[in-house]
């Protein structure tokens, strides 16, 4: 499938795209400054998102879902949030791309060709849930720099690919080997091509799982453009931010892989809890590895009124980084008592599960239900904030919907 540039050349009716070399002053273009012609008014149109998805950022484009957008079982692309560190690819040649494994800890650096990759290799599917690291972020305080995240930057596609582990296999990999990065084609924000906006990884152990992939599909069609195509690492239940779009080189490394944001502060969080506000340093900073136990209360939407004496559902979703939940309950009285939801079994390991409930109210008024999901390991969602850390990452504090009973 062909794939017109990113850049979407705005309709002057007259006129057809404008290239730069077009703009006769242009070596007097003020720094940062958009021509009009190359302004995209629409990141809806042009992602394919739905418009009640909520826009956080232009530069990079960042995008997140309201939790009742959110309540089909496989997350179709309209609904999925956006999170760029960089600028999306401007334009892709899939037919050329190709994907390079090297690093200190392969026996011999291999290229393939995106065709080889599907020939070659067997193809898995799997619905994995990617949520970003900072999802939540907006409720700490005090407030941490980044994208301000309410509850929307979390998916669960279906994703389609080769193994990373079939893959490291055939290159053939070093005893020493014990982390991968990834890298990707996006440009750094600067477009200093020397610079990468992101090059994360994992440790080996997540590489060589059969749920890691290296993927070309998303709910059976070409990965869209914005979240990765023509090929991502999917590594579901950690850090979306682990999962690297655009991939044409991943390394395995003898060491924690180096790369942009890896290090300082970024994707990690006080080894030790610490006070709000406390200033931690760089050394006393742990990687984020599997995600926390969460659930969003999909359906309804938050603010539903109800007629007293209606039989009240309420549905949505739960996940636990790389273990299942093995219990849903809710609360209408802010978590003094619980009551059970019912919950599926995840389609797939790492894929979030679905809980339904039937709430009862006594009496009219105002009320606010709570859900909160225990991990296979017994640990349960906080019902308010979790440990204040410097970035803001990891707010798995129970979600809660507003009803009002008539
Ligand atoms: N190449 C590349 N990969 C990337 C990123 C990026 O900016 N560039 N962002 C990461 C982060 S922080 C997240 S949360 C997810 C978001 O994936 P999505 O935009 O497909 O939802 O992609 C990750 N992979
Ligand atoms: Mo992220």
Not at 246 to 252: A, E, G, H, L
Not at 311 to 327: D, L, P, T
Not at 356 to 385: C, H, I
Request: charged share 25%; proline share 6%; glycine share 8%.
């Amino acid at each position: 499938m062909k794939r017109r540039n990113f850049v979407k050349k705005a309709s002057f009716g007259g006129f057809s795209a404008i290239v730069l070399s077009d703009i006769v002053f242009k070596d007097l273009l003020p720094k940062d400054y958009v021509p009009l012609t190359f302004q995209n008014p629409d990141p809806f149109k042009m992602f394919h998102k739905d418009p009640e998805m909520v826009l956080l950022n232009d530069k990079p484009w960042n995008m997140e879902a309201r939790a009742h957008l959110l309540n089909d079982a496989i997350t179709p692309n309209k609904y999925m949030f956006i999170r760029n560190n960089g600028i999306v690819p401007e334009s892709i040649d899939a037919s050329n791309w190709t994907l390079t494994i090297d690093g200190e800890s392969v026996k011999q650096e291999k290229t393939y060709t995106l065709s080889e990759l599907k020939s070659k290799f067997k193809s898995h599917t799997y619905q994995l849930t990617l949520e970003c690291g900072g999802n939540g972020r907006s409720e700490f305080d005090p407030p941490a720099k980044g994208n301000e995240w309410t509850v929307g930057a979390v998916s669960c596609a279906k994703w389609a690919g080769v193994r990373l582990r079939d893959v490291l296999e055939d290159v053939g990999i070093k005893s020493n080997a014990v982390y991968i990065g990834y890298h990707g084609a996006d440009l750094h924000l600067s477009r200093n091509p020397n610079l990468q906006p992101i090059s994360r990884g994992v440790p080996i152990t997540k590489a060589l799982q059969d749920e890691t992939l290296i993927a070309y599909a998303m709910n059976g069609e070409d990965i869209p453009l914005v979240h990765g195509y023509p090929l991502r690492l999917v590594a579901g239940g950690w850090p979306a931010s682990v999962s690297g779009k655009w991939i044409n080189r991943i390394s395995v490394r003898n060491k924690i892989h180096d790369g942009e944001k890896m290090g300082g502060s970024s994707y990690r969080v006080p080894c030790e809890t610490v006070a709000p506000g406390e200033k931690v340093e760089d050394e006393n900073m742990c990687i984020i590895e599997s995600m926390p136990v969460k659930s969003l209360i999909t359906s309804p939407k938050s603010g539903a009124v109800i007629e007293i004496g209606t039989n009240f559902r309420i549905a949505g979703h739960a996940w636990a980084g790389e273990f299942e939940v093995q219990k849903m309950e809710f609360s209408i009285d802010f978590g003094s008592s619980w009551q059970p939801c019912s919950l599926k079994r995840p389609v797939n390991r790492l894929a979030w599960q679905r809980f339904e409930a039937t709430v009862n109210f006594p009496k009219k008024g105002y009320y606010e239900v709570w859900a909160r999901a225990t991990d296979s390991e017994g640990k349960k969602q906080p019902m308010v904030l979790p440990g204040w850390n410097p970035k803001g990452y990891l707010n798995n504090a129970c979600h809660r919907i507003a009803v009002k009973v008539v």
